[in-house]
């Protein structure tokens, strides 16, 4: 959509036709305006069509179409004057100021520290990465922030799993509990513990002998998140700890809170909160029958705490297994007083990878998963990011190994990527560094060829995308849009093969035409680098050619 007007009250809407032929604008007003006016949408059309006052220059032609559909062709220099302000921009291109510099929260990955990162966080943490990118780049002051949940049961199975193995190191046959952690990196972790205290607790499970293989196994597992995290370009701006929400009184003065407004009663030994006040289908134990905490107090501490931090938005990028816990904390914050529908939530389906067609199987607790850096290593950092971004979060990930290695453009990041180190060879031959393309005084009616016209209005769509994709929290409406881009690109670049038409070629002879291409070209690659840029990806200006792939260019 590229605007909403009114007419005496009534909306019109505009948008940008899918198929060139009918127009650069359009807008199907008659056909919402018959029930009202009593008459065929056409002849509204018509009436409307004749009462316009268009400057020519702007538009040069207007149609009745369909039904009653009405198309507007804008001219040659009205549709490509946004080139030389594409250039302009350069890397401000694409931003607006929707947020006004409003505080935002974006808070994902949030792995427990109980093993390596996996392919499931991954896409968690690229998700969330772009989310925080297009909300900056619209606008918002963000903040990125990491949750670890470094109590609770979890926790203490890990702790367990390791004094398992340490006991095993000893010599002692000592199963790992159903349920806990098999994988090799416990029997690693606790070979460092053995090597750090020796023979200490041989034989001991005490409470302080689990404490410490816990505390131990926690500093070794975040680092190594903590590094995964930074070889996928994914920093955070803070990180929360749960256990500190319990050492210093959150949690407790959260339920003297919820006490306080009425909203908790005892019943079978545990206290419950009276969610079902607040839209959940049933109420909830807060405090089990031991005094220990259920899993979503905590959380309902922790987001009081972010609003009291003042981030009166937040959003939490999480895997589809914690929709059950949607509700829970929506109840919990809003029986303190907080607005319905806080925090704001992002959910992600998990990822299954095929090699070959075949599933390649994740468990982490098996041991036989692959890793999030694993994956890294085998197909590259912009590849694992892009593939986790260009499907829509809800939608089911099947994570094709043999597409993320195949070089050519049958790989969508690789068909964009392509396009942008194409757009750089061009300066290369023209012994023109981009920066120094001029864009002034330049004829950019030189660009009338409906190619052209058509690679120009889809450069100008890139800042609505990416404001229509920030606010639907929705990275792959931009991977489409860059995708879709790149095959406009392609065919204007390879149209312009003088072997193929002498009269579209980028480097014209003519040097009015030669300037106007250059300046598209130059356009072009701003929107593509800086798209990529949205999405955390390289923009490189030369990639190697594939052998059976006839369209990769590319080297300058």
């Given at each position: 959509?590229?605007?909403?007007?009114?007419?005496?009250?009534?909306?019109?809407?505009?948008?940008?036709?899918?198929?060139?032929?009918?127009?650069?604008?359009?807008?199907?007003?008659?056909?919402?305006?018959?029930?009202?006016?009593?008459?065929?949408?056409?002849?509204?059309?018509?009436?409307?069509?004749?009462?316009?006052?268009?400057?020519?220059?702007?538009?040069?032609?207007?149609?009745?179409?369909?039904?009653?559909?009405?198309?507007?062709?804008?001219?040659?220099?009205?549709?490509?004057?946004?080139?030389?302000?594409?250039?302009?921009?350069?890397?401000?291109?694409?931003?607006?100021?929707?947020?006004?510099?409003?505080?935002?929260?974006?808070?994902?990955?949030?792995?427990?520290?109980?093993?390596?990162?996996?392919?499931?966080?991954?896409?968690?943490?690229?998700?969330?990465?772009?989310?925080?990118?297009?909300?900056?780049?619209?606008?918002?002051?963000?903040?990125?922030?990491y949750y670890y949940n470094d109590a609770g049961g979890q926790m203490e199975q890990l702790a367990q799993s390791v004094w398992a193995r340490y006991q095993q190191r000893l010599g002692h046959?000592?199963?790992?509990?159903?349920?806990?952690?098999?994988?090799?990196?416990?029997?690693?972790?606790?070979?460092?513990?053995?090597?750090?205290?020796?023979?200490?607790?041989?034989?001991?499970?005490?409470?302080?002998?689990?404490?410490?293989?816990?505390?131990?196994?926690?500093?070794?597992?975040?680092?190594?998140?903590?590094?995964?995290?930074?070889?996928?370009?994914?920093?955070?701006?803070?990180?929360?700890?749960?256990?500190?929400?319990?050492?210093?009184?959150?949690?407790?003065?959260?339920?003297?809170?919820?006490?306080?407004?009425?909203?908790?009663?005892?019943?079978?030994?545990?206290?419950?909160?009276?969610?079902?006040?607040?839209?959940?289908?049933?109420?909830?134990?807060?405090?089990?029958?031991?005094?220990?905490?259920?899993?979503?107090?905590?959380?309902?501490?922790?987001?009081?705490?972010?609003?009291?931090?003042?981030?009166?938005?937040v959003i939490n990028v999480q895997g589809a297994d914690h929709h059950s816990t949607v509700d829970r904390v929506r109840a919990g914050v809003q029986a303190l007083g907080l607005p319905e529908?806080?925090?704001e939530y992002v959910l992600h389906q998990m990822v299954r990878i095929e090699r070959e067609g075949e599933e390649v199987k994740l468990s982490k607790r098996s041991g036989t998963d692959m890793?999030?850096?694993?994956?890294?290593?085998?197909?590259?950092?912009?590849?694992?990011?892009?593939?986790?971004?260009?499907?829509?979060?809800?939608?089911?990930?099947?994570?094709?190994?043999?597409?993320?290695?195949?070089?050519?453009?049958?790989?969508?990041?690789?068909?964009?990527?392509?396009?942008?180190?194409?757009?750089?060879?061009?300066?290369?031959?023209?012994?023109?560094?981009?920066?120094?393309?001029?864009?002034?005084?330049?004829?950019?009616?030189?660009?009338?060829?409906?190619?052209?016209?058509?690679?120009?209005?889809?450069?100008?769509?890139?800042?609505?995308?990416?404001?229509?994709?920030?606010?639907?929290?929705?990275?792959?409406?931009?991977?489409?849009?860059?995708?879709?881009?790149?095959?406009?690109?392609?065919?204007?670049?390879?149209?312009?093969?003088?072997?193929?038409?002498?009269?579209?070629?980028?480097?014209?002879?003519?040097?009015?035409?030669?300037?106007?291409?250059?300046?598209?070209?130059?356009?072009?690659?701003?929107?593509?680098?800086?798209?990529?840029?949205?999405?955390?990806?390289?923009?490189?200006?030369?990639?190697?050619?594939?052998?059976?792939?006839?369209?990769?260019?590319?080297?300058?």
């Amino acid at each position: 959509m590229l605007s909403e007007m009114g007419v005496d009250g009534h909306p019109v809407r505009l948008e940008r036709p899918n198929d060139p032929d009918h127009g650069d604008i359009a807008t199907n007003v008659a056909l919402t305006l018959a029930g009202k006016l009593q008459k065929q949408p056409r002849v509204i059309a018509e009436e409307i069509k004749q009462r316009l006052s268009l400057d020519e220059s702007v538009v040069s032609k207007v149609e009745v179409a369909g039904p009653g559909f009405l198309n507007f062709h804008l001219s040659t220099l009205e549709v490509v004057s946004v080139v030389a302000d594409i250039v302009r921009a350069d890397k401000e291109f694409g931003r607006t100021n929707e947020g006004g510099g409003e505080k935002v929260m974006v808070e994902f990955v949030s792995a427990n520290p109980t093993g390596p990162l996996h392919v499931g966080h991954g896409r968690q943490a690229a998700l969330g990465d772009a989310i925080a990118s297009l909300l900056e780049w619209t606008g918002w002051k963000v903040h990125r922030e990491y949750y670890y949940n470094d109590a609770g049961g979890q926790m203490e199975q890990l702790a367990q799993s390791v004094w398992a193995r340490y006991q095993q190191r000893l010599g002692h046959a000592e199963p790992v509990r159903e349920g806990g952690y098999h994988g090799h990196y416990v029997t690693e972790i606790a070979a460092r513990f053995h090597n750090a205290v020796g023979d200490l607790y041989e034989g001991i499970a005490s409470k302080e002998a689990l404490d410490s293989m816990r505390q131990f196994a926690v500093e070794i597992i975040r680092a190594e998140q903590d590094e995964t995290l930074e070889g996928f370009r994914v920093w955070f701006d803070e990180y929360t700890l749960e256990s500190t929400l319990h050492t210093d009184g959150r949690v407790r003065r959260t339920v003297e809170g919820l006490r306080d407004r009425g909203h908790v009663y005892e019943d079978g030994g545990a206290t419950w909160l009276r969610t079902t006040e607040f839209g959940d289908q049933k109420d909830r134990v807060m405090l089990k029958s031991d005094g220990s905490a259920t899993y979503f107090l905590p959380d309902v501490a922790y987001h009081m705490n972010k609003w009291e931090r003042s981030f009166k938005r937040v959003i939490n990028v999480q895997g589809a297994d914690h929709h059950s816990t949607v509700d829970r904390v929506r109840a919990g914050v809003q029986a303190l007083g907080l607005p319905e529908g806080y925090p704001e939530y992002v959910l992600h389906q998990m990822v299954r990878i095929e090699r070959e067609g075949e599933e390649v199987k994740l468990s982490k607790r098996s041991g036989t998963d692959m890793t999030l850096g694993a994956l890294m290593d085998e197909v590259g950092v912009d590849v694992v990011r892009y593939f986790f971004q260009m499907r829509k979060p809800e939608a089911q990930m099947v994570f094709d190994l043999d597409e993320a290695l195949d070089r050519s453009e049958k790989n969508p990041l690789y068909k964009i990527q392509y396009a942008h180190a194409r757009m750089c060879s061009i300066f290369a031959k023209a012994e023109i560094a981009p920066a120094d393309v001029p864009s002034e005084g330049v004829d950019l009616g030189r660009l009338r060829d409906p190619a052209e016209r058509d690679l120009v209005a889809r450069l100008a769509e890139f800042p609505e995308v990416v404001q229509r994709a920030a606010g639907a929290r929705a990275p792959h409406l931009l991977c489409d849009y860059l995708e879709q881009t790149a095959g406009a690109v392609n065919s204007w670049y390879h149209a312009g093969n003088p072997s193929r038409n002498p009269e579209l070629a980028v480097l014209a002879d003519d040097p009015d035409t030669r300037a106007a291409r250059l300046l598209l070209a130059r356009a072009v690659q701003i929107v593509l680098r800086n798209g990529l840029w949205v999405l955390g990806l390289n923009a490189p200006e030369r990639m190697e050619r594939e052998e059976d792939d006839e369209a990769a260019p590319v080297e300058a």
